[in-house]
């Protein structure tokens, strides 16, 4: 079966320090990934995505990923958080065989003037 | 460029009603998507379009769920009766299809459905 895990609902973290939000996936065959993030009432945004070649990704707003295929995991990450990055984040999967899409639960990431 | 649209944004109906929502993709996108988000939750896909055809429609509960996307442009997603459960936000998305960017989506901002 083909999921995502976001193990972490909640993240908080000051302003100014590194943020990771976790994600974890489980296909068959070779992994497309995402990440999106959602603002209020609003509609999610595509942040990011790893298809195939280097390992880490860099996307909007300063974030990027590292895909780890050893650990099936594909980590958000951002040097310095903003405050205007608190949102939720959501991780989505599909197998390079299919066209299912599969969302994580999201993790809200609260980001602490 | 104009983004995903759709219509309404909020949508307050009473149990056993139907409702419908309109959703109209980027132009010149190939595939449509309607997804449901529950409260806390990730997007669940209801049914995908590859133009005008509905090539993944294996979670829509067909049952009181319907979607058509006539001339493979917009689309309309109705629900027949409506439930207490199917209280939720609706999102559209689409993507180009075709290209490096066939498997980025882009998504409207939902429609909130209240069923009272």
């Known amino acids: 079966a083909q999921s995502v895990a976001q193990p972490e609902d909640q993240v908080n973290v000051a302003e100014g320090n590194p943020l990771t939000v976790k994600c974890t996936y489980s296909?068959?065959?070779?992994?497309?990934l995402f990440w999106y993030v959602q603002y209020p009432n609003r509609g999610l945004q595509f942040l990011l995505k790893?298809?195939?070649?280097?390992?880490l990704v860099k996307g909007s707003y300063g974030f990027e990923a590292e895909f780890n295929k050893s650990q099936t995991s594909f980590h958000l990450k951002k040097p310095s958080a903003l405050v205007s990055d608190s949102a939720l984040y959501f991780c989505?999967?599909?197998?390079?065989?299919?066209?299912?899409?599969?969302f994580g639960t999201g993790t809200s990431l609260t980001v602490i003037p | 460029e104009a983004g995903v649209v759709q219509s309404p944004r909020y949508k307050i109906i009473e149990k056993k009603q139907p409702v419908a929502f309109w959703c109209n993709p980027i132009?010149?996108?190939?595939?449509l998507y309607w997804y449901l988000q529950n409260l806390g939750q990730g997007p669940e896909l209801l049914i995908r379009?590859?133009?005008?055809?509905?090539?993944?429609d294996s979670q829509l509960p067909k049952d009181r769920f319907s979607a058509e996307r006539l001339k493979g442009v917009d689309s309309t997603l109705k629900i027949q009766p409506a439930e207490l459960g199917d209280s939720a936000v609706y999102l559209c998305?689409?993507?180009?299809?075709?290209?490096?960017?066939?498997?980025?989506?882009?998504f409207g901002p939902g429609t909130r459905l209240t069923v009272l």
């Open positions: 998305a689409s993507s180009p299809g075709g290209g490096r960017e066939r498997d980025t989506q882009y």
């Open positions: 296909v068959s065959g070779n992994p497309y």
């Open positions: 790893y298809i195939t070649g280097d390992n």
């Open positions: 989505a999967v599909r197998s390079n065989t299919g066209n299912q899409f599969y």
């Open positions: 132009s010149g996108h190939n595939t």
């Open positions: 379009y590859e133009n005008e055809e509905a090539v993944d």
